[in-house]
């Protein structure tokens, strides 16, 4: 491993933190005792690290892998959700042991670590062990055991845990995305059996882009919770809970998180049926308009997010609900609705008006929402906000809003 307490590489990287690094790396000069490429790969990993991981740049002397890595690793929010969940999964149990076979960074091991009580961090590449059993100290978790090792011949020594935790990597052999859950390293399908023999709880990350209703149905009826997770108004994590000792046959609790607000649907609430708009459109003025989350977005519980906040949705595919009261606990975006059009040009003309600019979405819509903006000549932002969807009998239309926070309701 680089030896970082090179004085003249260290007061390198420490000087140019903030710079461009490729910028940087066209002029600086290589001929030097400093370790170039070394230096600009920290500095490129403390830039990300100051993004995705703000409290380790904080900590003096870590070490940060190659790009990919960085890439791929989680943001802190995400690794501190696993953290209470793995914390959850094991309260009431004594001398836990928690297991991350596939470490990679280590940025969800470190964070997880500290709901164990033993931690045992695998991971085959042999630098990013050298990194973590670096870092470890560093950020403070001493209670970690690191094996450099294949997740598939670590699982056949290896000791009864009671949370098994997997990120399978999702690239092929040339370096493209796969998403599909057999498509991913190690093969977790395969390694399913063993997993559930040796554990009492395995929580595997997967892509959001996947099917998480397929998922847990290729993955069986020990599925126990299925974690949507979100950060910055984006999906970034689909969390599968597998309970070996599960006896039900029902489908699995669902909680669906976006930065600090969760919504958990349990199975019975994700049968509930699905109400639509029953008002026609010209009654909408005057009523609340809410967009859920993208996590709820994601499950697709649409019948559970009309139960639980007594609202009915526009149509079966606009994914927007209205409710004629103001629903403050509402896990998503609110809004008043101001008034309605159709397509019709007299009546757009009446309700746009002067209006310059405004936020326009579009749901369920035959438009882009840049192409509505061109058909409507108006800029981008300002106060006023359009929705523009279809209703459920096939008719076009645009919301004029208003956007109300939970204070205002």
């Not at 011949?153 to 009671?162: K, L, R, T, V, W």
Request: charged residues 25%.
């Amino acid at each position: 491993m680089e030896d970082i307490t090179n004085k003249q590489t260290a007061d390198f990287i420490a000087a140019h933190l903030n710079d461009d690094v490729r910028t940087l790396a066209l002029k600086v000069n290589r001929n030097g005792d400093i370790d170039i490429d070394f230096a600009l790969r920290q500095i490129a990993g403390w830039q990300t690290a100051k993004r995705k991981l703000p409290s380790w740049t904080e900590v003096k002397g870590l070490l940060f892998p190659p790009h990919l890595s960085m890439e791929q690793c989680s943001g802190e929010p995400a690794a501190e959700y696993k953290r209470r969940l793995a914390e959850r999964l094991t309260q009431g149990n004594e001398a836990t042991i928690g297991v991350d076979l596939t470490g990679g960074f280590g940025v969800d091991f470190s964070f997880m670590a500290r709901s164990y009580h033993h931690a045992v961090y695998v991971e085959r590449q042999e630098e990013l062990c050298r990194i973590v059993s670096h870092n470890l100290p560093l950020l403070g978790v001493t209670n970690a055991k690191v094996v450099c090792d294949e997740a598939e011949h670590f699982i056949s020594a290896m000791q009864h845990a009671h949370v098994v935790y997997l990120d399978p990597a999702r690239r092929d052999a040339h370096g493209a995305r796969t998403y599909s859950i057999s498509d991913c390293t190690p093969d977790v399908m395969v390694l399913l059996p063993q997993l559930m023999a040796k554990s009492r709880h395995i929580i595997i990350k997967l892509s959001p882009m996947l099917d998480w209703s397929k998922t847990i149905s290729d993955l069986g009826s020990k599925v126990s919770e299925v974690h949507i997770v979100s950060t910055g108004g984006e999906c970034r994590e689909l969390l599968i809970v597998i309970d070996s000792h599960r006896q039900q046959e029902d489908r699995p609790d669902i909680y669906c998180v976006a930065d600090h607000e969760m919504v958990m649907i349990s199975p019975e609430m994700a049968a509930m049926p699905l109400r639509i708009v029953s008002a026609p459109y010209q009654e909408w003025a005057g009523t609340y308009l809410y967009e859920p989350h993208t996590s709820l977005m994601k499950s697709g519980c649409w019948g559970a997010i009309s139960s639980m906040y007594d609202m009915e949705m526009i149509s079966a595919n606009s994914h927007l609900f209205i409710s004629a009261k103001p629903v403050a606990s509402f896990p998503g975006r609110s809004f008043m609705i101001d008034e309605v059009s159709t397509m019709n040009k007299r009546e757009l003309k009446s309700m746009i008006g002067t209006m310059a600019k405004a936020n326009i979405s579009v749901r369920n819509f035959p438009l882009t929402a840049k192409q509505l903006r061109l058909r409507l000549k108006m800029g981008d932002g300002g106060d006023s906000y359009l929705f523009a969807t279809t209703t459920d009998d096939g008719r076009h239309v645009i919301m004029k809003c208003s956007k109300i926070t939970r204070q205002d309701q």
